[in-house]
């Protein structure tokens, strides 16, 4: 079974930089992934989207944080990143890898897999 394990999380003061990553297990049982990214959610808010990432290396990110955002994929290891900068107080959020169209060496696919998701806090 196909699991996104997602690290880097943790306290961070307001202005500075943090870096996470979400790999997808079993790695070599995967053909490939069609779309790959980062969602987040706030206390007491709705799930939202950071960015995505697409096979072929399309982006789409929230304008809210474009600029601030950087995301990145390694598709030999089947694997996505997000740098992310001068954060914020309000960039506090549980950060959920999300991949979709996973399809495994035996063809098989899963239609959408998410990660358990990394806390980040961002406070002084």
């Known amino acids: 079974q196909v699991q996104l394990v997602e690290s880097g999380g943790g306290l961070v003061q307001p202005g500075e930089s943090l870096g996470l990553s979400c790999a997808a297990s079993?790695?070599?049982?995967?053909?490939?992934?069609?779309?790959i990214g980062w969602y987040r959610q706030a206390p007491g808010k709705e799930r939202e989207l950071v960015a995505e990432v697409s096979r072929s290396g399309r982006i789409n990110s929230a304008d809210s944080m474009a600029g601030r955002f950087t995301i990145s994929r390694d598709n030999s290891k089947n694997t996505v990143y997000l740098q992310m900068k001068s954060l914020k107080s309000e960039d506090t959020a549980v950060y959920y890898c999300n991949a979709r169209r996973v399809t495994l060496v035996t063809n098989y696919r899963y239609i959408e897999i998410w990660g358990q998701g990394t806390l980040v806090t961002v406070s002084s």
């Open positions: 079993a790695s070599a049982t995967i053909k490939s992934i069609d779309v």
